[in-house]
Every structure is written in C-alpha cells, then in structure tokens.
C-alpha cells in the first residue's frame, strides 16, 4: 500500500523568501514520486518528479525536490518565492507503471505574502 | 503532446437527472484512465480504474451503479452520474495513461465542475 502526508496544510511565505513544502511517503515497492501544483478552479499541472537515478530533480518554475530514502521523504523547495507560487500543491506517489494508481497527499495552500 | 481533454469544462443540472463527463486522450492510447473527485479545499480521491474493454474496478466507498465509467475505445473514457444530487458537486478529474514517452507516465484533464441544483 501507498499513501503521502504532508506537513502543514497552509504555509505562508513572504516574497523572496525559500519555500519548503514537506512530503513524507510510505510505499511497499520503490515509490515514483511526483509534485503537482493547483491553481484556483484550473487542473492539475506536473512540477516535477522523481523515477530513478539523480535524487535531486529539477522541475519548472524554478522548483526542485530532493529523494531521500532514508527519510522516506520527497520536500519541495524554491530558493525565492514570486505572488505567482500562491497555489495548492500536492505531493504524490504511484508504482511504476501507467496501470498503477497515483495516490495524492492531502495538499498543502501556499501564500505568498507580498 | 500526451494531451488529455474533459468535456464538459462545467456543467450545472437539476437534481435526480444524469450527467456525462468525457476524458479523451488527444495524441495517444490510453490504456488505462483513473476518474478522481475533488471536493472543495481538499485532495484528490481516486474513484476508478478503467481499462479498454474491461469493467471498471471502483475504489472502496463509491458507488458503481451511481457513478457508470464506460471505457469503450483507447482514446475515450466516460464517467456518468447519475440521477445527481447536490452532494454530487464537485470537480471531477481524468488521468490517461499508458501513452507518451515513459509507461509509468499518467496525463491529467482539465477537470469537470459539476453544480447539481
């Protein structure tokens, strides 16, 4: 079974400041892992995500997310944070096919204040 | 490419009638297409998993007689709700898969805003 957390369900920022949005995941195969990130009343846009190799990955928008393992963790970060980052974003997991499911975390809203 | 569509973007309906959502797959086969519900300030709920020609393997909880998913070509998933009721409002979600460049890729629509009145 697979399931995500995430730590804090609303975190502000100010502008400029380093975003750190926490994701935890347990999984009983290895875990493909996945940052989406939700604007107002519009679906679901990939960020980033993590299948093999390098443990560090760079997505759009300037975000990147590190795996680790050991921590059994997959933490977004954003060195500066910009208005346009205010957002729902959702940390996910799924198995390493398109026939398995892709179980969401319950979301974190991040504020931007100016 | 791998682009996935929904049809409609929103629709409102009165309450006790039926409703049809289609998720296509524009530029690639769908294997398999996952129906997820999103209730307002919430996350994500899977619902279904279809697979072409096969039926639907619903997740624990949903109702598969209220919720009809018809997965009849690999470009085409429908998910019908019926006889809606106001706590049928939410915004409904489709994900394609088995496209693009790497198998485990899932490829999600727009959504569907569904108001029951």
Redesign the interface.
């Known amino acids: 079974a697979q399931s995500v957390t995430q730590l804090g369900s609303h975190v502000s920022v100010s502008e400029g400041a380093l975003v750190l949005l926490r994701c935890n995941y347990s999984s009983s195969v290895p875990p493909?892992l996945f940052w989406?990130v939700q604007y107002p009343?519009?679906?679901?846009q990939?960020l980033l995500k993590y299948?093999t190799g390098a443990t560090l990955v760079k997505g759009i928008n300037g975000f990147e997310a590190e795996f680790k393992k050991s921590e059994t963790s997959f933490h977004l970060t954003k060195p500066s944070a910009h208005m346009s980052d205010a957002a729902e974003y959702?940390c996910a997991v799924?198995?390493?096919?398109?026939?398995?499911?892709?179980?969401?975390?319950?979301?974190t809203s991040l504020s931007v204040i100016p | 490419g791998a682009v996935v569509s929904q049809h409609p973007s929103w629709v409102i309906c009165k309450s006790g009638t039926s409703v049809k959502i289609e998720c296509r797959s524009l530029d690639f086969q769908a294997t398999t297409m996952f129906w997820y519900r999103q209730f307002p300030k919430q996350s994500l709920m899977l619902m279904a998993t279809s697979n072409e020609g096969s039926k639907a393997t619903y997740e624990q909880g949903v109702e598969k007689d209220k919720f009809l998913i018809n997965h009849a070509s690999l470009t085409l998933s429908t998910l019908t709700v019926t006889s809606a009721h106001p706590e049928d409002s939410s915004f409904y979600i489709c994900s394609a898969g088995g496209g693009g460049q790497h198998s485990y890729e899932q490829y999600f629509g727009p959504g569907t805003r569904l108001t029951v009145t």
């Open positions: 493909y989406y009343n519009q679906g679901l990939l299948t959702f799924s198995g390493i096919t398109s026939y398995d499911k892709v179980i969401f975390g319950p979301g």
